[in-house]
C-alpha cells in the first residue's frame, strides 16, 4: 500500500518510523507536496530484505527514474540500506531523527529519554520494554503506549495537533527490530552504510535522544562523506516541533531542490 501527496511525478519517498509504524510520516509528506509530488510508502513485510524488495516495488510502480529517499527513525535505516542494495534506484537519502549506527551509542539514547520522563514514566517505560522482550501478548497495545511515551519523552516543544496517527503492528516491529538491532551489533549496519555512493544527508535535532554523534561519527571515522544539519530546540520529529519546524522546513526544501 502507499499513499500519494501532491501531483506527480513522485519523485521523492518518505519512509515511517517503527519498524511496524506505518503512516507515522504522513505530516512530513504534507509538508513535502506543498511543492513535490510524494510517494509515502507502508511497509509491511516482516523482514528487513522482503521490506526493501517491497519498497523496491512500491518505487518502480510509482515513480520513474531515480529518487530521494528521506526516511526518519527507523525509515532512516532502511532508506540508507535500501540505497546500499539498489543504487540504481536513489539519488539522496536524507536521514532525520536517525538512530545511531555503532552499538557504542545505543546506552546514551535510554539516558537523555529517561531525563525527560517522570519518575513514573520510567518506570512504566522499562516494564512495556521486559513484556516486550518476554513476547507478552498485547504487543499492539504495549506499542502504542511505548510510543505515546516516547512521543512525549523524545520531542523539544511538539505541537499537539501536529502528531500523525501511525497504525501500529507489534509483530512486524518485534520481528524486524530484532535484526535490526542485531545489524548494529555485529557492525554490518554500518558497513552497509560506509557502501551508499549516493549523497547522504542528516536532519536532527539536538535535543532528540539518539545523539547526532552516533551517525555521523562513526561515518566519518570511516571516511564516508555526510552533510549534516543539527537543530536548535528540536527533538525526534522536526516537522511537529513548534521552536523548528521553520528552520527543518527550510533545510529540508534546500536538500529536496538542490
Not at 520494554?129 to 511505548?146: F, I, N, V
Not at 549523497?199 to 539518539?210: E, N, S
Request: proline share 5%; glycine share 10%; aromatic share 8%.
Amino acid at each position: 500500500m502507499v499513499r500519494k501527496h501532491g501531483k506527480e511525478p513522485y519523485h521523492i519517498v518518505v519512509l515511517h518510523g517503527g519498524p511496524g509504524a506505518a503512516g507515522s510520516v504522513f505530516g512530513l509528506a504534507g509538508m513535502i507536496s506543498k511543492k513535490f509530488g510524494v510517494l509515502e510508502p507502508m511497509q509491511s513485510k516482516y523482514t528487513i530484505e522482503e521490506q526493501e524488495e517491497e519498497l523496491r516495488e512500491q518505487i518502480e510502480n510509482n515513480c520513474s527514474g531515480k529518487v530521494i529517499l528521506a526516511g526518519h527513525s527507523w525509515g532512516a535505516w532502511l532508506a540508507g540500506l535500501f540505497a546500499e542494495r539498489f543504487p540504481d534506484k536513489v539519488e539522496k537519502v536524507i536521514l532525520i531523527g536517525c538512530g545511531p549506527l555503532d552499538e557504542a551509542y545505543v546506552s546514551k539514547i535510554g539516558e537523555r529519554r529517561k531525563g525527560n520522563m517522570s519518575p513514573e514514566e520510567a518506570e512504566e517505560f522499562d516494564q512495556i520494554l521486559r513484556k516486550l522482550e518476554e513476547g507478552a501478548g498485547e504487543k499492539d497495545e504495549y506499542l502504542r503506549r511505548l510510543g505515546a511515551i516516547c512521543d512525549k519523552a523524545d520531542g523539544y516543544q511538539e505541537e499537539e495537533a501536529l502528531r500523525d496517527n501511525a497504525e501500529v503492528n507489534g509483530d512486524l516491529h518485534e520481528k524486524v527490530w530484532k535484526e535490526a538491532a542485531g545489524l548494529r551489533e555485529s557492525g554490518k549496519l554500518l558497513e552497509k552504510f560506509e557502501g551508499i555512493s549516493c549523497p547522504l544527508v542528516l536532519i536532527q535535532g539536538v535535543a532528540d535522544p539518539h545523539p547526532p554523534e552516533g551517525v555521523i561519527q562513526p561515518l566519518r571515522d570511516r571516511n564516508v562523506d555526510i552533510k549534516t544539519y543539527v537543530l536548535d530546540k528540536c527533538g525526534h520529529t522536526p516537522w511537529r516541533e513548534k521552536y523548528a519546524r521553520e528552520e527543518f522546513e527550510r533545510v529540508l526544501f534546500s536538500e529536496l531542490e538542490g
